[in-house]
């Protein structure tokens, strides 16, 4: 355990560096399921994973040592779990809040939280929830973004990283510690119950709102435009007069 400086209330003042690990998520979902209570905001960081998980079970490749790889513990139980998806929401915007900084304003967040520069992959988010009954009891923030790595296997597609984007290494220490100010920040807001306005700061930063795309859905390619996100995190799509929702399963991006 490492006590840190970081200019926060709680995320990342408990930080858990290991050099290696099979999964940061599955370590601090084994963590609470084993040892006594671990404050909120504990960060699981790790310098190489040799099994990190994606989204629908994909693997999440990271060379050894260049990017960030790590698990944050919230507890928002004073949100009911059928609102799950602002939690999505308040991580998305944060990465993608603290980016741009860095970056500029081409990074995006590409439905449900990719984070993206231009058309290519810069990072993504597993979220973990545990619920004990109809209450939400932990949330398993899982974050990947790629800092320093400028060689992808070519089984990874569109994707990119900060040392692509500005031609020389980012530390990674002081980025860690950007993020966690900015998830702690909106995360506050989402505890303050301002979630008509995280709801807007998503939509403002959504990859390809309003425009014009094409989509795979049900193995046909077609033309559509995001109009948004539902309160349970769908898309909404408009599309040959209509718009339609769709979970993360139905439907895919063509880049
Ligand atoms: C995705 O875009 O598919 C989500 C990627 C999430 C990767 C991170 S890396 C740290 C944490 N541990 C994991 O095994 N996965 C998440």
Redesign the pocket.
């Known amino acids: 355990m490492q006590n840190n400086t970081f200019s926060t209330l709680f995320v990342g003042q408990n930080t858990v560096t290991l050099s290696i690990v099979d ?4 370590y601090l979902k084994n963590l609470l399921s084993k040892s006594a209570p671990l404050p909120e905001g504990t960060v699981i960081l ?1 310098e190489e ?1 040799f ?6 079970n ?1 693997a ?1 490749l ?1 060379d050894p040592g260049k990017n960030l ?3 944050l513990l919230l507890t928002p139980s004073f949100l009911d779990p059928e609102k799950q998806f602002l939690l999505n929401k308040v991580i998305s915007i944060a990465i993608n809040d603290t980016l741009v900084q860095i970056i500029g304003a081409d990074v995006k967040i590409k439905w449900p939280n ?1 984070i993206y520069f231009k058309d290519k ?1 810069l ?4 979220i973990e929830n545990i619920l004990r009954g109809n209450k939400w009891k932990y949330a398993v923030v ?3 973004l790629n800092i320093n790595q400028i060689e992808f296997t070519s089984s990874v597609k569109n994707v990119t990283s900060i040392k692509k984007i500005l031609h020389k290494d980012y530390d990674k220490a002081s980025l860690l510690n950007h993020l966690c100010t900015a998830i702690e920040k909106y995360y506050l807001q989402l505890r303050s119950g301002n979630s008509e306005w995280l709801d807007n700061q998503y939509l403002q930063n959504l990859y390809r709102i309003n425009e014009w795309h094409s989509f795979t859905i049900d193995g046909h390619v077609i033309d559509g435009k995001i109009t948004g996100v539902n309160k349970n995190g769908m898309l909404e799509l408009f599309s040959q007069d209509k718009t339609r929702t769709y979970s993360f399963k139905e439907i895919a991006f063509v880049i």
């Not at 999964?23 to 599955?26: A, I, L, R």
């Not at 099994?51 to 629908?56: I, L, M, S, Y």
């Open positions: 999964s940061t998520n599955d790790a994973q099994a990190g998980r994606g989204q629908v994909n999440w990271s790889t790590f698990s990719d992959k990072g993504g988010v597993l899982g974050i990947g």
